[in-house]
Each structure stands twice: as structure tokens, then as C-alpha cells.
């Protein structure tokens, strides 16, 4: 499964959960601690989505984004688990 996801590093808190943008173009937030220093942030999202989705790290991974805010990644979990999980978490 593909999903877009909005990162706000340096948080108080890691948190999955919640809509950033509208309709088909709808981001998953992802809160970590990280900074954006030298891909903590990215690693330390791709950790947090892993947990949030009840899978292992290895089975997540950045498509595009590496620098940005908006990054688009790839986990392999069962497709109707993964699709309600994050039903779950974008509301």
C-alpha cells in the first residue's frame, strides 16, 4: 500500500495519526521527536508508521521525499488490514 504522509519533526511527542489537506490528496501526519538532521527525521518516521501499522521496520519504505515534509512510502501489510488501519488513523 502507498500512502502520503505529512511530517512535523521535532514534536514533544511521536504521534501517528491525523489529516493533513483534503480528499484524495489527504496526508497521514506523522509527529516524531527527530530533527530534520541527516535523515533522522525520515528514518524516524519510517520507524513510527511501522509501529502505527503492526509491522516491521523492513517492511516500510521511502518512495519519494527523503528532504521534504511530504513524503510518499510503501508498506507491505495485508491489504484490508492496511486500508482500515489507516481509515483509523486519519480520522
Known amino acids: ?53 503492526g509491522v516491521k521496520r523492513r517492511d516500510v519504505t521511502l518512495v519519494s521525499g527523503a528532504t521534504h515534509r511530504t513524503k510518499v512510502i510503501d508498506i507491505q501489510a495485508p491489504e484490508p488490514t492496511a486500508s482500515r488501519r489507516l481509515t483509523e488513523l486519519m480520522q
Open 1 to 53: 500500500m502507498r500512502v502520503t504522509v505529512r511530517v512535523r519533526p521535532g514534536a514533544a511527542r511521536e504521534q501517528v495519526g491525523g489529516r493533513y489537506g483534503d480528499g484524495a490528496e489527504a496526508a497521514l501526519v506523522v509527529a516524531v521527536t527527530a530533527r530534520a538532521i541527516d535523515g533522522a527525521a525520515t528514518e524516524a518516521v519510517l520507524k513510527a508508521v511501522a509501529t502505527a501499522f
